[in-house]
């Protein structure tokens, strides 16, 4: 750890063992065991805590060490005493999505009607879902209200879930780089992923816990594609161009001749050994399946119909994951709703990925509507 770095507590809780988590699939799930940690302190009337939600491959470790990697959390840059979401002055949490496996109930867990992993006999998941599990967590928290909800990518997902489903709930909202629904060029890029990791033959139908070996090689294929869609062309130009991988010239065979494509073996092969393949399964699944419009009768605005929370959105320029456009669907529907809503687009050629790099002006905004919104809830700046 830093200097600047918050004192971490890394917990985990067993939820649902009196009423189970019903699921929009139709299934239940009881002794949810939820994995999260928190940073800061919490005062005295619990109105100083904020929700931070990771995206697809990320974890509850947002500022403290990935205990695989032994990497710095990933967002490392945000999180800490001084920093934006400063620990002196609010309590953060970040907890395992729902279907994750860092901690939090996934198919990598036993099913206790079995004893046995779930594999793909784990229900399909939503980021309603996910939300409601969160919402558990809250309440044995005992925080009646969080100060903030925030995230980016998925993250932003479940912060505008948790505005819609309880706005009671949520002071305020800061979904990043994200939308109200997945397009279809995102559920495309989805399945290729998907159909990478089946294609394997270590995946076994899912079945694979047992097994001496794992479908490392599908999963890091999936990886790359994904990790394609992170980057802007611009970002990827000035990263790598056309510069060859330690050599003067071509080798006319399929080794990694360009800076690029070692990139992308080296982010595939780090991603297997931290990441559940039937989790990426099951998250980009839910991801899909997102639709916050489709949810209230196809009119986005009515999803937010009466809200009191306070929004911030934000989108990068050369993002084309999540562009512009589909984030100010999102401000178009709060407008319609009477939302308290603001809006910045961050120019910026670093792309999707930008929410976790060093971006001054994200910073600047984010640090402005958090002091804002503190000022409204009378908690001490």
């Given at each position: 750890?830093?200097?600047?770095?918050?004192?971490?507590?890394?917990?985990?809780?067993?939820?649902?063992?009196?009423?189970?988590?019903?699921?929009?699939?139709?299934?239940?799930?009881?002794?949810?065991?939820?994995?999260?940690?928190?940073?800061?302190?919490?005062?005295?009337?619990?109105?100083?805590?904020?929700?931070?939600?990771?995206?697809?491959?990320?974890?509850?470790?947002?500022?403290?060490?990935?205990?695989?990697?032994?990497?710095s959390g990933w967002w490392d840059l945000m999180i800490g005493p001084g920093k934006i979401l400063d620990t002196?002055?609010?309590?953060?949490?970040?907890?395992?999505?729902?279907?994750?496996?860092?901690?939090?109930?996934?198919?990598?867990?036993?099913?206790?009607?079995?004893?046995?992993?779930?594999?793909?006999?784990?229900?399909?998941?939503?980021?309603?879902?996910?939300?409601?599990?969160?919402?558990?967590?809250?309440?044995?928290?005992?925080?009646?209200?969080?100060?903030?909800?925030?995230?980016?990518?998925?993250?932003?997902?479940?912060?505008?879930?948790?505005?819609?489903?309880?706005?009671?709930?949520?002071?305020?909202?800061?979904?990043?780089?994200?939308?109200?629904?997945?397009?279809?060029?995102?559920?495309?890029?989805?399945?290729?992923?998907?159909?990478?990791?089946?294609?394997?033959?270590?995946?076994?139908?899912?079945?694979y816990y047992s097994r001496e070996t794992k479908p490392t090689a599908g999963l890091a294929v999936a990886r790359?594609?994904?990790?394609?869609?992170?980057?802007?062309?611009?970002?990827?130009?000035?990263?790598?161009?056309?510069?060859?991988?330690?050599?003067?010239?071509?080798?006319?065979?399929?080794?990694?001749?360009?800076?690029?494509?070692?990139?992308?073996?080296?982010?595939?092969?780090?991603?297997?050994?931290?990441?559940?393949?039937?989790?990426?399964?099951?998250?980009?699944?839910?991801?899909?399946?997102?639709?916050?419009?489709?949810?209230?009768?196809?009119?986005?605005?009515?999803?937010?119909?009466?809200?009191?929370?306070?929004?911030?959105?934000?989108?990068?320029?050369?993002?084309?994951l999540f562009p512009t456009a589909e984030n100010r669907d999102v401000v178009h529907a709060l407008i319609a709703?009477?939302?308290?809503?603001?809006?910045?687009?961050?120019?910026?050629?670093?792309?999707?990925?930008?929410?976790?790099?060093?971006?001054?002006?994200?910073?600047?905004?984010?640090?402005?509507?958090?002091?804002?919104?503190?000022?409204?809830?009378?908690?001490?700046?």
């Open positions: 750890m830093t200097e600047n770095s918050p004192i971490t507590y890394d917990q985990s809780v067993v939820l649902g063992t009196e009423t189970p988590l019903a699921l929009d699939s139709g299934a239940s799930l009881s002794n949810i065991n939820m994995a999260y940690c928190t940073y800061g302190t919490l005062n005295e009337d619990k109105s100083n805590a904020i929700l931070v939600c990771h995206a697809l491959t990320g974890d509850q470790y947002a500022a403290s060490r990935q205990p695989v990697t032994g990497k002196s002055k609010y309590f953060i949490v970040c907890s395992n999505v729902l279907g994750g496996c860092m901690g939090t109930t996934g198919p990598k867990d036993n099913n206790p009607e079995t004893g046995t992993p779930f594999g793909l006999d784990f229900p399909i998941i939503t980021i309603a879902d996910m939300v409601r599990a969160q919402a558990m967590l809250q309440d044995y928290l005992g925080i009646e209200s969080w100060f903030s909800v925030i995230g980016g990518s998925m993250g932003g997902m479940q912060v505008l879930q948790w505005a819609s489903a309880y706005p009671e709930r949520v002071f305020s909202a800061i979904p990043i780089a994200c939308a109200a629904r997945h397009s279809a060029q995102n559920i495309a890029f989805h399945e290729v992923g998907r159909q990478a990791v089946m294609a394997d033959p270590n995946w076994q139908g899912g079945d790359m594609a994904a990790h394609v869609t992170y980057l802007s062309e611009a970002a990827l130009h000035r990263k790598f161009g056309r510069n060859l991988q330690d050599r003067d010239n071509l080798t006319y065979g399929f080794d990694a001749d360009f800076q690029v494509e070692s990139y992308l073996r080296y982010q595939g092969i780090n991603f297997v050994d931290r990441f559940d393949a039937n989790s990426y399964l099951y998250i980009t699944r839910a991801m899909d399946y997102f639709d916050l419009a489709q949810d209230h009768g196809g009119s986005l605005a009515k999803a937010f119909d009466g809200t009191k929370t306070r929004f911030c959105v934000v989108s990068f320029s050369s993002d084309w709703a009477a939302a308290n809503v603001s809006f910045v687009e961050v120019e910026t050629d670093k792309g999707h990925d930008a929410f976790l790099l060093d971006t001054p002006e994200l910073f600047k905004t984010v640090q402005g509507f958090l002091k804002s919104s503190a000022k409204s809830r009378g908690l001490d700046e």
